[in-house]
């Protein structure tokens, strides 16, 4: 057995998988953060096509032990620069790390150690921060299930009205590569959004076996956006498109299908949403209200969502403060 094929705290088993275009100002931390964890063998970051000094400052974060490759390449997206520094690393475990966020220190050691060794995944809580302001979005609702089974997880990414909920395909767990190798997972480089909601759906229909540790150990940056947070509604048909052909591929029981049909529905109503708001945005409001009467269940969606993120914009005002959370809107 080799000196990074034991898996478990202490041991160096993970490679730390950083996609970055133009992030010279967040990915020394980053960095920095992935090489001061016992457990990592090694961090890959790809710098996907960056115009700033990226690749310096990530360079300038290392410490020397050798784990750390930065490799430079003209832009292809981030699902194609993960598939690649997945390709490039050799340890038995792997995870993403994005380019403006960071781990909590002993967030690998707990992972691997509360997580046991049935798993496939393995993911632990995000905490979001805000960081111009210290703001601190406390988003999760409730504590993580132990195991987290196919059904669970694409109704974990279905938020409805009725309640708010913990939206799981943000989790960035730790991922054996044995069984990512077997399953032929990768990302899909045809998303712009929502690629690892994708993954995960993928492996849990190909078997994996999810478990989840309650515990916060990553620090998600949420950087501020236009009123449609730059995702198009292309983005949300084609993570419409991903559900249709899972259906068609995977085996999946009764509920499972259903869940997938929950979620293509909420993906149309979502690209018909930002159709909206560019309408507003572009100065055509009876075009705007056009679309948006065009159906009961989208009047309703617009109405709920448009609500919300005044009422959250309104808090985040009076509540700035760290540690204090004003309720998120369901993306987009």
Aim: proline fraction near 6%.
């Amino acid at each position: 057995m080799g000196r990074h094929d034991r898996i478990g705290p202490g041991h160096p088993c993970v490679a730390v998988i950083i996609a970055a275009k133009n992030a010279a100002a967040s990915i020394g931390e980053a960095v920095r953060s992935a090489l001061a964890e016992p457990e990592t063998a090694e961090v890959v970051v790809i710098d996907d096509g960056s115009t700033d000094a990226t690749a310096q400052v990530a360079r300038a974060a290392d410490d020397g032990s050798g784990r750390l490759r930065v490799v430079g390449q003209a832009n292809t997206g981030p699902a194609q620069a993960r598939n690649r520094a997945v390709a490039m690393s050799k340890a038995p475990v792997w995870c993403v790390l994005d380019a403006d966020d960071r781990f909590v220190s002993g967030r690998l050691a707990r992972l691997l150690r509360e997580g046991g060794a049935d798993w496939d995944l393995l993911a632990d809580a995000i905490r979001f921060v805000h960081p111009d302001d210290g703001y601190e979005e406390l988003r999760p609702v409730g504590p993580l299930p132990r195991d987290l089974g196919f059904v669970e997880f694409v109704e974990g990414n279905t938020p409805r009205r009725v309640r708010r909920q913990r939206e799981l395909g943000f989790l960035q767990p730790l991922m054996r590569r044995a069984f990512c190798d077997a399953a032929g997972l990768c990302y899909r480089p045809e998303l712009r959004l929502g690629e690892d909601y994708a993954l995960y759906a993928e492996a849990l229909a190909a078997g994996a076996r999810f478990r989840c540790v309650d515990a916060v150990g990553y620090l998600a940056t949420v950087t501020p956006g236009s009123l449609s947070q730059h995702h198009r509604a292309e983005d949300f048909l084609a993570l419409k498109a991903f559900d249709r052909a899972l259906l068609a591929t995977a085996v999946l029981d009764p509920p499972g299908r259903r869940a997938v049909r929950r979620h293509m529905g909420l993906m149309r109503l979502k690209a018909e949403y930002l159709r909206v708001v560019a309408a507003l945005e572009q100065g055509r409001p009876l075009q705007a209200l056009a679309r948006g009467l065009a159906g009961p269940q989208l009047a309703g969606f617009l109405f709920n969502h448009l609500y919300r993120a005044r009422i959250s914009r309104a808090l985040k005002r009076l509540l700035p403060r760290k540690g204090v959370a004003a309720p998120a809107p369901a993306a987009p």
